[in-house]
Nanobody
């Protein structure tokens, strides 16, 4: 059973930065497209960022975070990262990492992801 565990969330002020990490339990991590999603209370789960398998040469971002967030991966450590800069109150949500053992064209679609972490809370105060 593949396990993903997020860490790095917390309470910060607007304008601050945070780096989220997602540790995967298997070496097959490098073969997966990986994504970050978030869900705020009362809202649907939202795509945040995705990175292609292996070298991660492809990245894609949700419109609301583009230019502020950066996704990256370290396959040697089986770890996915999300660097979040210039955080805003509207970034407050539970952030989830997820693994997509499938084609890149599904990267924005949460329904195609097979494995999910339990989530980490990010709260941004104004």
């Amino acid at each position: 059973q593949v396990q993903l565990v997020e860490s790095g969330g917390g309470l910060v002020q607007a304008g601050d930065s945070l780096r989220l990490s997602c540790a995967a339990s298997e070496r097959s991590f490098s073969a997966w497209v990986m994504g970050w999603f978030r869900q705020a209370p009362g809202k649907e789960r939202e795509f945040v960022a995705g990175i292609s398998e292996d070298s991660g040469e492809l990245t894609i971002y949700g419109r609301s975070v583009e230019g502020r967030f950066t996704i990256s991966r370290d396959n040697a450590k089986n770890t996915l990262y999300l660097q979040m800069n210039n955080l805003m109150p509207e970034d407050t949500a539970v952030y989830y990492c997820a693994a997509l053992p499938g084609p890149w064209r599904y990267v924005r679609r949460s329904m195609y992801y097979r494995h999910w972490g339990p989530g980490t809370q990010v709260t941004v105060s104004s």
